[in-house]
């Protein structure tokens, strides 16, 4: 029997990992990464303060940030749940993005939007219970959170969706020439 058929097969386990959607999942790493780095998203909020205007009512600005201690005077419970909001984020984006290879770009752009969401769901979630909201502000909460989650995600899916789609264009003729060789070579005796 072959490595690659069986009940458990490290060689095509490691195939699969390493076929993974890695660039466009690193490029939303790098964009937490980036949202996180108070030198970067400070100059931009300077020159651009509406951007604020939804975490002046409480919602989660732009996509979950992942740094290395907290921002300020804030908590470690708020650098925490950050930290686990752009885990979740990511963890959705490679999930979304590993069975997807038709229509790359709208994949990237929609497992964007999903990983954003659900990033900043746990944000909005660890919010209202901070700040002890009640029924009424919480759903309106989740619901303008959702919608400027939705947004934030768009604006980073447009650039990891053209990632994965260069990914797909360049893995392309590699995949292909693997698939020939493995078609052309003989079957070995014995196996299957």
Known sequence: MSDDHGAFSARALVRRIAAGPWPATLTVLLASALFGTWSITGRILTFNPELLIPSAIGLPFGIPPLRLFPLGDTTWAFWFVDVLAAIVMVAV????????????????????????????????????????????????????????????????????????????????????????????????????
Not at 113 to 136: D, Y
């Open 93 to 192: 984006v490679w999930t979304r993005l590993l069975p997807h290879r038709q229509r790359p770009f709208l994949a990237g752009l929609f497992a964007t939007v999903l990983g954003v969401a659900a990033g900043n769901l746990v944000r909005i979630v660890f919010l209202s219970f901070e700040t002890h909201q009640g029924l009424g502000t919480y759903v309106l909460a989740l619901a303008l959170g959702l919608l400027v989650s939705a947004l934030w995600g768009l604006v980073v899916g447009v650039v990891v969706g053209l990632v994965h789609l260069l990914d797909g264009r360049l893995r392309q003729p590699a995949e292909t020439a693997t698939k020939t060789r493995a078609a052309r070579r003989p079957a070995r005796v014995g196996s299957r």
